[in-house]
C-alpha cells in the first residue's frame, strides 16, 4: 500500500483544512486508517483512527470535537476535516494504514506527511 497525503497548508487560528491521503491497492477497505502528527522536536502522536467499514472512530482528547476522520472505500481515500484551528496543532501530519489503533508501531505502511501551520 502506498499513501499519499496532500491538504497542508498556513491558516490562521480558528480555520480550518481538510488533509486526504489517497491510497493506492485494492485492500484499502480492509486496513484501519489513522492520522498522526509531529511537531518539531517532539515525537510522533495519535490524532484520530478510522476502522476498514468507516464505522467506528477514536479520536485524541486534544482533537476530540475538532477533527473529524471520515473515508471513502471507493475513491481509496482518508480524510481529515480540522476545524477551530490552534497554533498548537501545527506539525506534519501523516496518514497510517494498519491494523491497530493508538500506536503507530500498529501500522505498517506511512504516507510521507503534510505540513500543517496554525498562526495566531
Known amino acids: 500500500v502506498q499513501l499519499q497525503a496532500s491538504g497542508g497548508g498556513l491558516v490562521q487560528a480558528g480555520g480550518s483544512l481538510r488533509l486526504s491521503c489517497a491510497a493506492s491497492?485494492?485492500?484499502?477497505?480492509?486496513?484501519?486508517m489513522g492520522w498522526f502528527r509531529q511537531a518539531p522536536g517532539k515525537e510522533r502522536k495519535f490524532v484520530a483512527v478510522?476502522?476498514?467499514?468507516?464505522?467506528?472512530?477514536y479520536y485524541a482528547e486534544s482533537v476530540k470535537g475538532r477533527f473529524t476522520i471520515s473515508r471513502d472505500n471507493a475513491k481509496n481515500t482518508v480524510y481529515l476535516q480540522m476545524n477551530s484551528l490552534k497554533p498548537e496543532d501545527t506539525a506534519v501530519y501523516y496518514c497510517?494504514?494498519?491494523?491497530?489503533?493508538?500506536?503507530?508501531?500498529?501500522?505498517?505502511?506511512w504516507g510521507q506527511g503534510t505540513q500543517v501551520t496554525v498562526s495566531s
Open positions: 491497492g485494492r485492500t484499502f477497505s480492509s486496513y484501519t
Open positions: 478510522i476502522r476498514g467499514s468507516g464505522g467506528s472512530t
Open positions: 497510517a494504514a494498519g491494523w491497530g489503533a493508538r500506536r503507530s508501531d500498529e501500522y505498517d505502511y
